[in-house]
């Protein structure tokens, strides 16, 4: 069974920098895309920025030219790195991994999630 482990959250004033990691665990023979997610409260959850194997990524308009996500294949883990953060920044961070596991059966997991708040 394959399981995301997030890391990073945290507390961070207007402009700041954080940097969220998922690193996935179990039998993996492949993860096709990585990314991130987020959920503010009263919201929907949101994509943010998506990675796929061979480095294609995906931002949201809001988060283009702030947040840069990478990927270390031989680690199956994903980063997020986040620049220049606002206070509508602020929501629970989710990672994402789909691929393929034990017997080639296909996959889709989600983290357990991890905060975000940015507030002076």
């Known amino acids: 069974q394959v399981q995301l482990v997030e890391s990073g959250g945290g507390l961070v004033q207007p402009g700041g920098s954080l940097t969220l990691s998922c690193s996935a665990s179990?039998?993996?023979?492949?993860?096709?895309?990585m990314g991130w997610y987020r959920q503010a409260p009263g919201k929907q959850r949101e994509l943010v920025a998506t990675?796929?194997?061979?480095?294609?990524?995906n931002y949201a308009d809001s988060v283009k030219g702030r947040f840069t996500i990478s990927r270390d294949n031989a680690q199956n883990t994903v980063y997020l790195e986040m620049n220049s953060l606002k206070p509508e920044d602020t929501a629970v961070y989710y990672c994402n991994a789909n691929g393929y596991g034990q017997s080639w059966s296909y996959f889709n997991v989600w983290g357990q999630g991890t905060l975000v708040t940015v507030s002076s």
């Open positions: 179990g039998t993996i023979f492949g993860i096709n895309e």
């Open positions: 990675t796929t194997s061979i480095g294609v990524t």
